[in-house]
């Protein structure tokens, strides 16, 4: 479900973002006051540029994410941005909880990609 990549322009796409495959911590369920780490793999598809990266979340499930100040990306270059600490806030069993990662580039409006 989360593994393919999402695009943040769909008709041009110049970024990729998808949880890492590769990563032991990608747990994305667990009861009320669990723990959680996300790790995001970036790829930059076309002119090298600096990037920003933020969080949001109505249902306050957010962490620290470890690119404080953002990253500069060449073209075809890729990042892991871990996001860690995420606590899982008080719900019922099985509700979901909307989480919104977002890449921007210095200089361009892009769009926000929830995950």
Known sequence: MFNSPLSVLPALIFLQIYLN????MNQLYGPSGSVHDLEFVVSN???GGHFS????????FVGRINAVGGASLEEGEQKII?????????????????????????GCSGNSVPV
């Open 21 to 24: 495959p590769n990563s032991q």
């Open 45 to 47: 598809l076309f002119r």
């Open 53 to 60: 990266f933020e969080q949001t979340s109505e249902d306050g």
């Open 82 to 106: 871990r996001v860690s600490g995420m606590v899982v806030p008080e719900r019922q069993e099985g509700a979901r909880i909307k989480y919104t990662f977002t890449v921007r580039k210095e």
